[in-house]
């Protein structure tokens, strides 16, 4: 018998957890770069962290999106 065939449950868990980790690592990279930019120009704080925030939005929408994505298509 082979390692697929006992495999029970449903495989769409381990790509919800798979569509998580690219907005993960996006939101990072954007908090880190606006840490790095208020590090080098503390007077634009304000202004980077609302972009910041703008960023973030977008990235987790793209993890809602891939969540929503098999509920649409019928997986």
Known sequence: MS????VSGNIATVGYGLAAI???IGVGIVVGKTIEGVARQPELA???QVLMWIGIAFTEA?????IATP???GA
């Open 71 to 73: 509920f649409i298509f």
């Open 62 to 66: 793209l993890a809602f999106i891939a």
């Open 3 to 6: 390692v697929l065939a006992q």
């Open 22 to 24: 690219g907005p993960a």
């Open 46 to 48: 304000g202004r980077l």
